[in-house]
């Protein structure tokens, strides 16, 4: 079993910055992409930003410049540095792993943190 958690999450002002992490643990043989993906009541769940196990990174048009993702593979954890905050970033995060475990490979998602930026 692969558990994801994400913290971090919390209420801030336009212009400010927070730090997310996901940690993944359980039976994990490995994990080839961590990424970020964030939702909005109405609307499709969508990319933020991932990182691959080789470090290529990818991002949204949206938050490339403002955020960065970071990943740690020794500790299966990845990170979501938020800078320049806009109301518009006001969403729930959620972290997703591609798990490789003991022959399977499948996507596991964390519960997600809710991130919300004041005007």
């Known amino acids: 079993q692969v558990q994801l958690v994400e913290s971090g999450g919390g209420l801030v002002q336009s212009g400010e910055s927070l730090r997310l992490s996901c940690v993944a643990s359980?039976?994990?043989?490995?994990?080839?992409?961590m990424g970020w993906y964030r939702q909005t009541p109405g609307k499709q769940r969508e990319l933020v930003a991932d990182i691959t196990s080789g470090g290529s990174t990818n991002y949204a048009d949206f938050v490339r410049g403002r955020f960065t993702i970071s990943r740690v593979a020794a500790n299966n954890t990845v990170y979501l540095h938020m800078n320049s905050l806009k109301p518009e970033d006001t969403a729930v995060y959620y972290c997703k792993s591609d798990v490789r475990t003991f022959g399977a490979r499948f996507d596991a998602w964390g519960q997600g943190t809710q991130v919300t930026v004041s005007s």
């Open positions: 359980g039976r994990i043989w490995g994990i080839e992409t």
